[in-house]
C-alpha cells in the first residue's frame, strides 16, 4: 500500500481519478448516491481545493496503479456550509469546545474491492498527522458501521447522535477527535 500525501494543486491533477473513487466507494452502500449529488460533490470538492490547509492522501497499491482511497480536510473557517449547518444546530457549549480551532475531516472513501485491508484506517491516520488544531470534526451517517467503527476505534466521540441536514433524508453523527495528543490516540487502538 502507497499512502501519498498530496497540496491542493497536487490534488487539482487528479480531481477526475478521485470524484471517481469517490462514485465508485459511496455506490456500493446503501447510501448510493445520484448523479446530481456526485455532480454536487465534484463542484463542492473545487471550493474546497481553496480552503486553508486543504490536504488530500491518496492510497494505492503501487504509485502508479489506479486510486483505491482517498481522504481530503482542512482548517475549519467561519462561512463554510457544512461548518455553519451544524454550529446552528448544537449547543453552544459543544461548538466552544469542538470548532474553535479546528480541522475538519471532510471525506474518506474507500472502493469495494478494496476494504478491510487497512486502507481507510491508514487514510485516517495519514490526513491528521501534523495537523496543528487542537480537534478535528466530521459527520457521518448514524447508520454507516463501517465509518463508526472506525471512527470510534480511533477515539473519536459523538457530539451529536441525531443530527438533521437539510438536504439529507436520513440522520448523522457529528464526531469529534481531540488532536492535540497523538499518544492517547495510538494506545487507545492498541
Ligand atoms: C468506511 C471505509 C472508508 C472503511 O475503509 P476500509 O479500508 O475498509 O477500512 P479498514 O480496513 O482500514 O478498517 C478500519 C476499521 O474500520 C472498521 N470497519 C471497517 N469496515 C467495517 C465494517 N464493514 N463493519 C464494521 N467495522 C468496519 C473496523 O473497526 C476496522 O478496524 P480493524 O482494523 O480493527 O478491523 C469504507 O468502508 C468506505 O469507503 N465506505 C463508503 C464511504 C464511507 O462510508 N466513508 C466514510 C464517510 S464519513
Same mark, same amino acid.
Given at each position: 500500500? #502507497? %499512502?501519498?500525501? /498530496?497540496?491542493? !494543486?497536487? @490534488?487539482?491533477?487528479?480531481? *477526475?481519478?478521485?470524484?471517481?473513487?469517490?462514485?465508485? =466507494?459511496?455506490?456500493?452502500?446503501?447510501?448510493?448516491?445520484?448523479?446530481?449529488?456526485?455532480?454536487?460533490?465534484?463542484?463542492?470538492?473545487?471550493?474546497?481545493?481553496?480552503?486553508?490547509?486543504?490536504?488530500?492522501?491518496?492510497?494505492?497499491?503501487?504509485?502508479?496503479?489506479?486510486?483505491?482511497?482517498?481522504?481530503?480536510?482542512?482548517?475549519?473557517?467561519?462561512?463554510?456550509?457544512?461548518?455553519?449547518? #451544524? %454550529?446552528?444546530? /448544537?449547543?453552544? !457549549?459543544? @461548538?466552544?469546545?469542538?470548532? *474553535?480551532?479546528?480541522?475538519?475531516?471532510?471525506?474518506? =472513501?474507500?472502493?469495494?474491492?478494496?476494504?478491510?485491508?487497512?486502507?481507510?484506517?491508514?487514510?485516517?491516520?495519514?490526513?491528521?498527522?501534523?495537523?496543528?488544531?487542537?480537534?478535528?470534526?466530521?459527520?457521518?451517517?448514524?447508520?454507516?458501521?463501517?465509518?463508526?467503527?472506525?471512527?470510534?476505534?480511533?477515539?473519536?466521540?459523538?457530539?451529536?447522535?441525531?443530527?438533521?441536514?437539510?438536504?439529507?433524508?436520513?440522520?448523522?453523527?457529528?464526531?469529534?477527535?481531540?488532536?492535540?495528543?497523538?499518544?492517547?490516540?495510538?494506545?487507545?487502538?492498541?
Amino acid at each position: 500500500m #502507497v %499512502i501519498a500525501r /498530496l497540496s491542493a !494543486e497536487e @490534488t487539482a491533477r487528479i480531481r *477526475a481519478e478521485l470524484v471517481k473513487v469517490y462514485r465508485e =466507494a459511496w455506490s456500493t452502500t446503501k447510501y448510493a448516491l445520484t448523479r446530481h449529488q456526485i455532480r454536487d460533490f465534484a463542484s463542492v470538492f473545487d471550493m474546497h481545493l481553496g480552503r486553508d490547509d486543504f490536504r488530500a492522501v491518496t492510497a494505492r497499491d503501487d504509485p502508479d496503479g489506479p486510486m483505491l482511497g482517498f481522504a481530503y480536510g482542512y482548517t475549519s473557517a467561519p462561512g463554510g456550509w457544512w461548518r455553519e449547518t #451544524v %454550529i446552528d444546530g /448544537l449547543p453552544k !457549549e459543544a @461548538t466552544e469546545v469542538w470548532f *474553535a480551532d479546528s480541522y475538519e475531516f471532510v471525506e474518506l =472513501a474507500v472502493i469495494e474491492s478494496a476494504r478491510g485491508r487497512g486502507l481507510g484506517g491508514a487514510l485516517h491516520d495519514a490526513l491528521l498527522e501534523g495537523i496543528e488544531r487542537k480537534t478535528s470534526v466530521l459527520s457521518t451517517q448514524c447508520g454507516n458501521a463501517a465509518a463508526l467503527a472506525l471512527y470510534r476505534a480511533r477515539g473519536w466521540t459523538t457530539i451529536s447522535g441525531d443530527f438533521r441536514f437539510p438536504n439529507r433524508p436520513y440522520p448523522y453523527a457529528v464526531m469529534g477527535l481531540v488532536l492535540n495528543d497523538r499518544g492517547r490516540l495510538r494506545s487507545s487502538r492498541e
